[in-house]
T-cell receptor, first 116, second 113 residues
Framework: EAGVAQSPRYKIIEKRQSVAFWCNPI?????LYWYQQILGQGPKLLIQ????????DSQLPKDRFSAERLKGVDSTLKIQPAKLEDSAVYLC??????????????FGPGTRLLVL | GEDVEQSLFLSVREGDSSVINCTYT??????LYWYKQEPGAGLQLLTY?????DMKQDQRLTVLLNKKDKHLSLRIADTQTGDSAIYFC?????????????FGKGTTLSVSS
């Protein structure tokens, strides 16, 4: 079974530029999560989707971050404009009804973003 | 607020046992998880325990849960150099809107030969 795929793996941009990350979850997984992991910290949730609907985006800085999962499969996370403090690893995870427990999350390799 | 606490560093010799401790906050969390993160990689699920269990063993890994004290531990028997990584404890609080995990800051395990 293929795991969670993410691209790009690395991205370097200047502040005020925009950037987009892509995630393809495990096939059949209905729930998709985006986490932000700042160096030295544990991951923190940005947004959770159930199919193509948003379940929780309370921690998403909506003035600059946006995310979508239009067809309930792939998802993109966008930052516009980026700030220095957005430098982090952006992790995508998915979970699904075929797993026990159902909320067990499987993570992709992450996208490392550096904002200069 | 929600806060999962872990010690930051642990150093052991190859062949010894490692014990990584964690305290969590939400007594209604149904499942508790341990993830492993190697340098430059994503999080790898190691094991999980259901909240009505006290112990779970999976090969070299033993998870102990003290629900009264909200304390979780991960024991790695016969620790190898390949076990060197950051280990994250995570809970899934019942009061969350969704099923997102709350992670600790991670414990860096260093194994010397």
């Amino acid at each position: 079974e293929a795991g969670v795929a993410q691209s790009p793996r690395y991205k370097i941009i200047e502040k005020r530029q925009s950037v987009a990350f892509w995630c393809n979850p495990i096939s059949g997984h209905a729930t998709l999560y985006w986490y932000q992991q700042i160096l030295g910290q544990g991951p923190k949730l940005l947004i959770q989707f159930q199919n193509n609907g948003v379940v929780d985006d309370s921690q998403l800085p909506k003035d600059r971050f946006s995310a979508e999962r239009l067809k309930g499969v792939d998802s993109t996370l966008k930052i516009q404009p980026a700030k220095l403090e957005d430098s982090a690893v952006y992790l995508c995870a998915s979970s699904g009804s075929y797993d026990r427990p159902q909320e067990t999350q499987y993570f992709g390799p992450g996208t490392r973003l550096l904002v200069l | 607020g929600e806060d999962v606490e872990q010690s930051l560093f642990l150093s052991v010799r190859e062949g010894d046992s490692s014990v990584i401790n964690c305290t969590y906050t939400d007594s209604s969390s149904t499942y508790l998880y341990w993830y492993k993160q190697e340098p430059g990689a994503g999080l790898q699920l190691l094991t999980y325990i259901f909240s009505n269990m006290d112990m779970k063993q999976d090969q070299r890994l033993t998870v102990l849960l003290n629900k009264k004290d909200k304390h979780l531990s991960l024991r790695i028997a016969d620790t190898q150099t390949g076990d060197s990584a950051i280990y994250f404890c995570a809970e899934s609080p019942a009061n969350q809107a969704g099923t997102a995990l709350i992670f600790g800051k991670g414990t860096t395990l260093s194994v010397s030969s």
